[in-house]
């Protein structure tokens, strides 16, 4: 009972707080999402590991998230686990993703992830060639899934189904620019 009059008093208080602090620019609602949020929302999906041979393993764990000023994309960094033949070997993976806005969810996930650098030491390029093949398709796996921001409630429901204008790195934090004029048309039901 405390719990329902609780949410029910201060939920709409929260999302109130949190849309008026968004920003409006040329009739655009403009969203700023921190490294630190984005690296909450990613965190529990991690550890992740992929095993494409039954002697090979790659785990990508403890992400790190960089924001670039200028950029479309967000830079994760990760501490990498590769095992050839039961030899671990350790080494960091940077890889960057574009973030994706699903307007029917209202979820903004990350897309087109890729392997922008390996640093592993004593490690041959044949390897570290393999590494980037199954690395990539790890770090998709695991991105693509996870959703960095969810909108909830009634009145995000509303922004949630705007369309998306622009997505870019501006003063050190993800900056989701979604316009009313690009709303999503409802979904067909047959």
């Known amino acids: 009972m405390t719990c329902r009059i609780v949410f029910r008093f201060f939920l709409p208080l929260f999302f109130a707080g949190v849309i008026a602090a968004c920003g409006h620019a040329d009739g655009k609602l403009t969203l700023d999402f921190s490294a630190q949020q984005i690296q909450e ?32 994309r967000i830079t994760l960094s990760f501490d990498t686990v590769v095992s050839l033949l039961g030899q671990p070997t350790t080494g960091t993976a940077v890889v960057s993703a574009k973030p994706r806005y699903q307007a029917s969810t209202g979820e903004i996930f990350l897309d087109d992830s890729r392997i922008e650098n390996l640093i592993f030491k004593g490690v041959s390029p044949k390897v570290l060639d393999a590494i980037t093949q199954y690395g990539s398709a790890l770090a998709k796996q695991s991105l693509e899934r996870t959703p960095i921001y969810s909108f909830k409630s009634a009145q995000a429901d509303k922004i949630a189904k705007m369309g998306i204008a622009d997505v870019r790195v501006v003063d050190g934090k993800l900056r989701v620019a979604l316009d009313p004029t690009l709303r999503q048309a409802p979904k067909a039901t047959p």
């Open 41 to 72: 929302a990613i965190a529990p999906k991690f550890p992740s590991e992929n095993c494409p041979l039954p002697v090979t393993c790659i785990k990508l764990q403890n992400p790190k998230i960089t924001l670039a000023d200028a950029s479309d």
